[in-house]
């Protein structure tokens, strides 16, 4: 399995950091809400530090990296049904300090696990009878805003996608080099699993190319399997660095066919089934640059 240990990179010369930070987008999945926290509303908005939120940190770090730099990396948040409102009432508060976009993820119809037809009966949005399909929406919601095809006319060449909640996942910039260098068209950030991160995804060799694997694939009698941390030794941090001509082309030709997980609920007396489409990482498969899909050991 391709996974490269991060301190084999090669260092990046100075000179080179504004070039490289021209080429990209940084996109924070927004869709979540707080309420794993014990909080209400959207989980950007939770107060972290000094009364600083998710989201205003993340906006802080951006702004650093243009300031130190001396570049307009655009920073893209991508809702949801739970939090556009929300958002959109703050949003306000950092256009002066980043170039601040927003798209809103896609949202489906639960469906009756009997009759298979569509719960809702009108198009209108009601809680409880329509679900967001998962963070690997982000590719046909990017297309459908236009932002995708407006990125790439203006010289982007790569997205950083990672969750709002996620601090630690920064601009890289010996990642960000190696990416554009070799032309990658996918790049995914893994670590060590250990004992707590044992239900997170791991990386699979399967029909001759690396995949993710999330628990919800795998059958009842092999997830101890599935969570041995000497099996399946690396974790998806959901860190992605992804090309966008690469997605755009993969849109275009129907080319991008990710797993579905199926998650079955019941509510109001009524058996259903919430289709979450995919996550993110299911696109590793797709990719064309094989030598290119390098994974790196966060240390």
């Known amino acids: 399995m391709p996974v490269e240990d991060y301190c084999s990179l090669p260092s990046v010369a100075t000179d080179q950091f504004k070039f490289l930070l021209s080429k990209l987008i940084v996109i924070k999945l927004n869709g979540g809400l707080g309420t794993s926290m014990g909080c209400v509303g959207p989980k950007s908005l939770i107060q972290v530090r000094n009364d600083a939120t998710f989201l205003d940190l993340t906006v802080q770090q951006i702004e650093q990296l243009n300031q130190k730099y001396g570049t307009d990396v655009p920073l893209v948040l991508m809702n949801s049904y739970n939090t556009n409102s929300e958002t959109a009432r703050i949003k306000h508060k950092y256009e002066r300090r980043v170039n601040l976009y927003v798209f809103d993820q896609s949202y489906y119809p639960r469906i009756n696990q009997e009759t298979l037809r569509p719960i809702p009966e009108k198009p209108d949005y009601k809680d409880g009878e329509w679900y967001p399909p998962g963070h690997g929406d982000i590719y046909i919601s990017l297309k459908r805003s236009g932002l995708l095809d407006q990125f790439v006319k203006e010289g982007k060449e790569l997205m950083f996608v990672s969750n ?13 080099s190696h990416f554009v260098s070799n032309r990658c068209e996918f790049v995914m950030e893994v670590t060590d699993k250990t004992r707590s991160d044992v239900k997170g995804g791991t990386l699979i060799q399967y029909e001759d190319k690396v995949q993710l694997l999330e628990i919800a694939q795998v059958p009842k009698d092999k997830v101890d399997e599935f969570k041995s ?71």
């Open 164 to 176: 709002i909640d996620n601090l630690g996942a920064t601009v890289d910039l010996s990642i960000l």
């Open 229 to 299: 941390i000497s099996k399946f030794r690396v974790f998806n941090t959901n860190n992605l660095w992804i090309s966008l001509s690469a997605v755009d082309r993969l849109l275009s030709t129907n080319g991008m066919t990710m797993d579905i997980i199926v998650n079955k609920k019941c509510a109001s007396a009524r058996p259903m089934v919430s289709i979450t489409a995919s996550q993110l990482g299911f696109t590793l498969k797709e990719m064309q640059n094989e030598a290119c899909y390098l994974l790196f050991l966060l240390l």
